[in-house]
């Protein structure tokens, strides 16, 4: 795919490449049979053994430097692969030293993303294991965590562009774009079992013979998606693996460890049994003979099978055989030799239905790297002071929040009021049904999620919650561009989903001020839902003291900047954007006019109409896609017949496309949404078109 441009009604056009240039690997597999194979081995083991630290590195080799250290360290197993077809090539005892090495690479790089690399460095060894035994890109293995992924991408040839996460660099998820070693794209988590199920569907249709591997976690898991899917894998009997990564998260740390599922010999061994040929067709034989014996003697022999496997495996096992998945755990995450000996069994099975691998990894066997320290206040500070405050004052005030992770401001709300705090981790449509709930009950939630989070719980949002008038209170998060998690985290349509409800307000703080005193005006509203919006980033202001709110009029916005010819009229976070541009104006001799809509709706019709009355120009700004803000605005003007008069209009809203990976201060130039984007459309409106391009260059 080539470069996408976004051309304006102004003329001026934003650019973004969408081309990753990242190396493939040309090499092709000549089998889809993973156990049928000879194993050469060729020995690295005393290179390895024999590296030394050196401050120059003379043969080529790769080096990797660990933060705040001078110090370089040598990965010759590693630089010797490229593509993951090399890895049988090593021994299984190669392999635990190149588990080492990955592992160090990825320490020394990671830390640069500002992203937790546990999970990562947790999963290496399971890693390996799966392209030891499976051939990919023919065997298809599927990744759902989001964090998980890196050493699957060192293996597969994009090592290098994995320290920037920024422009043209590696996506954090897994995408069919980047490489054909990606059999599919990461979303938000729990999909890699539908599409996997998917895949061995279509792969049965069309008499292939290719194994199909789909790697889910235990926080993923969590989410309703994942057990529809093993439900339906179950009821389909299809050739599928499942590998459940038990990294020991829980939204309840007060679990008790007893319940988890844990490591011992017994297990190890019994995890051998379950998964061998012979033990699987003696126990599908037995199968069989049982029910041509009579069905009352085939459910006995099915209780009795279900009863031993539960006394064997751990607590919720039998849940997966429930669901017609056969149960084979746990294994131990770090023993690469017990990983391959249970996936190479799992592999050579033929017609046995779907099979779910129990894999236990722990994240604590890697200490997690300092990350850069970021003094700045963001707006989720801001917000969760405000609402702390707010709080106090009113005990039917609670707080549910979803998602695939906490922001770490609202532990200080948790620990302040943890009755009226609820963590429903990646249950999104839970935790808006049940907020309706809450409000049913007389409560007064206010329901955190993620604006790309949000998504995937539309459907209860229109008919438990806005059809219903409840009154349930969207804080959405990460609301716009999200730079390094690009698209796949980017809250580029929550205005155009939420503003088109009928009993829904939809509002927008243009800065600190703005948010706490929405804070304040959500915990007036009673009598029906209410949404605001605020961006990943720091605030304007470093040293703010959050003040007490003060509830905002319902519709009504604001004029910031008074002017002539041109208005300006932003939406939440680019009324700062407007005011920039405001700025660059001015020292050209333009005055413009800047408004703050603060509300997509009920729109402020009485602000609009007089822009509309005393300007040439009305440009309207906002960090979302096409159908939100600028749409409602485009609406009221068309139906009022100011369209019929002097005024013209012109929408800067995001492009038309996806942006990925960059600097927040790219991507907003990429989208074309900066403050002198701004200013060179009101130019170019205006006919100063070399003034413009002149501001742009």
Same mark, same amino acid.
């Given at each position: 795919?080539?470069?996408?441009?976004?051309?304006?009604?102004?003329?001026?056009?934003?650019?973004?490449?969408?081309?990753?240039?990242?190396?493939?690997?040309?090499?092709?597999?000549?089998?889809?049979?993973?156990?049928?194979?000879?194993?050469?081995?060729?020995?690295?083991?005393?290179?390895?053994?024999?590296?030394?630290?050196?401050?120059?590195?003379?043969?080529?080799?790769?080096?990797?430097?660990?933060?705040?250290?001078?110090?370089?360290?040598?990965?010759?197993?590693?630089?010797?692969?490229?593509?993951?077809?090399?890895?049988?090539?090593?021994?299984?005892?190669?392999?635990?030293?190149?588990?080492?090495?990955?592992?160090?690479?990825?320490?020394?790089?990671?830390?640069?993303?500002?992203?937790?690399?546990?999970?990562?460095?947790?999963?290496?060894?399971?890693?390996?294991?799966?392209?030891?035994?499976?051939?990919?890109?023919?065997?298809?293995?599927?990744?759902?965590?989001?964090?998980?992924?890196?050493?699957?991408?060192?293996?597969?040839?994009?090592?290098?562009?994995?320290?920037?996460?920024?422009?043209?660099?590696?996506?954090?998820?897994?995408?069919?774009?980047?490489?054909?070693?990606?059999?599919?794209?990461?979303?938000?988590?729990?999909?890699?079992?539908?599409?996997?199920?998917?895949?061995?569907?279509?792969?049965?249709?069309?008499?292939?013979?290719?194994?199909?591997?789909?790697?889910?976690?235990?926080?993923?898991?969590?989410?309703?998606?994942?057990?529809?899917?093993?439900?339906?894998?179950?009821?389909?009997?299809?050739?599928?693996?499942?590998?459940?990564?038990?990294?020991?998260?829980?939204?309840?740390?007060?679990?008790?460890?007893?319940?988890?599922?844990?490591?011992?010999?017994?297990?190890?061994?019994?995890?051998?049994?379950?998964?061998?040929?012979?033990?699987?067709?003696?126990?599908?034989?037995?199968?069989?003979?049982?029910?041509?014996?009579?069905?009352?003697?085939?459910?006995?022999?099915?209780?009795?099978?279900?009863?031993?496997?539960?006394?064997?495996?751990?607590?919720?096992?039998?849940?997966?055989?429930?669901?017609?998945?056969?149960?084979?755990?746990?294994?131990?995450?770090?023993?690469?030799?017990?990983?391959?000996?249970?996936?190479?069994?799992?592999?050579?099975?033929?017609?046995?239905?779907?099979?779910?691998?129990?894999?236990?990894?722990?994240?604590?066997?890697?200490?997690?790297?300092?990350?850069?320290?970021?003094?700045?206040?963001?707006?989720?500070?801001?917000?969760?002071?405000?609402?702390?405050?707010?709080?106090?004052?009113?005990?039917?005030?609670?707080?549910?929040?979803?998602?695939?992770?906490?922001?770490?401001?609202?532990?200080?709300?948790?620990?302040?009021?943890?009755?009226?705090?609820?963590?429903? $981790?990646?249950?999104? #449509?839970?935790? %808006?049904?049940?907020?309706?709930? *809450? =409000?049913?009950? !007389? /409560?007064?939630?206010?329901?955190?999620?993620?604006?790309?989070?949000?998504?995937?719980?539309?459907?209860?949002?229109?008919?438990?919650?806005?059809?219903?008038?409840?009154?349930?209170?969207?804080?959405?998060?990460?609301?716009?561009?999200?730079?390094?998690?690009?698209?796949?985290?980017?809250?580029?349509?929550?205005?155009?989903?939420?503003?088109?409800?009928?009993?829904?307000?939809?509002?927008?703080?243009?800065?600190?001020?703005?948010?706490?005193?929405?804070?304040?005006?959500?915990?007036?509203?009673?009598?029906?839902?209410?949404?605001?919006?605020?961006?990943?980033?720091?605030?304007?202001?470093?040293?703010?003291?959050?003040?007490?709110?003060?509830?905002?009029?319902?519709?009504?916005?604001?004029?910031?900047?008074?002017?002539?010819?041109?208005?300006?009229?932003?939406? $939440?976070?680019?009324? #700062?954007?407007? %005011?920039?541009?405001?700025?660059? *104006? =001015?020292?050209? !001799? /333009?005055?413009?006019?800047?408004?703050?809509?603060?509300?997509?709706?009920?729109?402020?019709?009485?602000?609009?109409?007089?822009?509309?009355?005393?300007?040439?120009?009305?440009?309207?700004?906002?960090?979302?896609?096409?159908?939100?803000?600028?749409?409602?605005?485009?609406?009221?003007?068309?139906?009022?017949?100011?369209?019929?008069?002097?005024?013209?209009?012109?929408?800067?809203?995001?492009?038309?496309?996806?942006?990925?990976?960059?600097?927040?201060?790219?991507?907003?130039?990429?989208?074309?949404?900066?403050?002198?984007?701004?200013?060179?459309?009101?130019?170019?409106?205006?006919?100063?078109?070399?003034?413009?391009?002149?501001?742009?260059?």
């Amino acid at each position: 795919m080539g470069s996408a441009s976004i051309g304006y009604q102004s003329g001026i056009s934003a650019r973004f490449d969408r081309n990753l240039n990242l190396r493939r690997s040309d090499s092709t597999v000549s089998s889809s049979r993973p156990c049928n194979v000879d194993f050469f081995r060729k020995s690295f083991l005393s290179a390895a053994s024999s590296c030394t630290h050196k401050k120059e590195i003379s043969n080529g080799a790769r080096v990797c430097s660990f933060p705040n250290t001078d110090e370089k360290l040598e990965t010759p197993l590693l630089d010797s692969i490229e593509t993951p077809s090399q890895l049988r090539n090593l021994t299984v005892k190669e392999l635990k030293v190149l588990a080492d090495e990955i592992r160090t690479e990825l320490r020394s790089v990671l830390w640069k993303t500002q992203k937790s690399v546990k999970p990562s460095l947790a999963s290496v060894e399971l890693t390996l294991a799966l392209h030891y035994v499976f051939r990919a890109p023919v065997d298809k293995i599927l990744w759902d965590a989001v964090e998980q992924t890196y050493a699957h991408k060192v293996l597969t040839g994009r090592w290098s562009s994995i320290p920037s996460r920024q422009k043209n660099g590696v996506s954090g998820v897994t995408s069919r774009l980047e490489s054909e070693y990606d059999s599919f794209g990461t979303g938000h988590g729990c999909n890699s079992i539908s599409a996997g199920l998917g895949l061995a569907v279509a792969r049965d249709i069309k008499g292939k013979r290719d194994r199909v591997v789909a790697v889910i976690d235990s926080v993923t898991i969590t989410a309703g998606q994942a057990y529809e899917a093993m439900s339906n894998a179950g009821y389909l009997d299809s050739n599928m693996i499942v590998i459940l990564n038990d990294n020991r998260h829980s939204l309840h740390p007060n679990m008790a460890d007893g319940s988890k599922a844990s490591i011992s010999a017994l297990s190890s061994f019994m995890s051998k049994i379950q998964s061998s040929q012979i033990f699987r067709k003696f126990r599908e034989l037995a199968k069989a003979m049982t029910k041509k014996i009579g069905k009352g003697m085939y459910e006995w022999a099915a209780k009795v099978d279900e009863y031993a496997r539960g006394m064997v495996g751990p607590t919720g096992s039998t849940l997966f055989e429930e669901l017609g998945l056969y149960y084979i755990g746990p294994v131990d995450g770090h023993n690469v030799e017990d990983l391959v000996c249970v996936l190479r069994e799992v592999a050579s099975l033929d017609s046995m239905g779907p099979v779910l691998v129990h894999v236990i990894t722990e994240e604590k066997r890697d200490a997690e790297t300092t990350n850069i320290v970021n003094d700045r206040r963001t707006y989720s500070d801001c917000f969760v002071e405000a609402l702390v405050m707010e709080a106090e004052k009113d005990r039917d005030i609670v707080v549910v929040h979803a998602g695939i992770e906490m922001d770490p401001s609202l532990v200080t709300f948790q620990e302040r009021f943890p009755d009226r705090f609820f963590n429903v $981790g990646m249950a999104e #449509q839970h935790a %808006v049904t049940f907020s309706a709930g *809450l =409000s049913s009950g !007389g /409560l007064k939630p206010f329901c955190i999620i993620p604006s790309a989070f949000l998504q995937r719980a539309y459907d209860q949002v229109v008919h438990d919650v806005d059809r219903q008038r409840k009154a349930v209170r969207f804080v959405i998060t990460s609301a716009g561009l999200v730079g390094s998690d690009g698209a796949v985290q980017c809250g580029a349509f929550d205005i155009a989903f939420m503003s088109c409800l009928p009993n829904m307000i939809a509002m927008a703080p243009a800065n600190e001020d703005e948010l706490v005193n929405m804070v304040a005006t959500a915990a007036n509203i009673t009598d029906r839902p209410v949404c605001f919006r605020f961006p990943r980033g720091a605030i304007v202001n470093k040293n703010y003291l959050v003040p007490a709110g003060l509830p905002v009029e319902i519709g009504r916005g604001r004029v910031l900047l008074e002017g002539q010819e041109v208005a300006l009229l932003g939406y $939440g976070a680019m009324v #700062q954007n407007c %005011v920039n541009a405001h700025s660059l *104006l =001015s020292k050209l !001799g /333009l005055n413009v006019t800047v408004a703050d809509a603060r509300f997509c709706k009920p729109l402020d019709i009485k602000l609009v109409r007089g822009l509309c009355e005393n300007h040439k120009f009305l440009i309207t700004v906002e960090e979302g896609c096409v159908g939100g803000f600028g749409s409602h605005v485009a609406q009221f003007i068309a139906l009022d017949g100011q369209l019929d008069g002097k005024i013209k209009w012109r929408p800067i809203v995001l492009p038309d496309g996806y942006i990925e990976e960059a600097s927040p201060n790219e991507q907003l130039a990429l989208a074309g949404l900066t403050g002198h984007h701004i200013a060179a459309t009101a130019l170019s409106l205006l006919g100063r078109t070399r003034e413009a391009l002149l501001l742009m260059s």
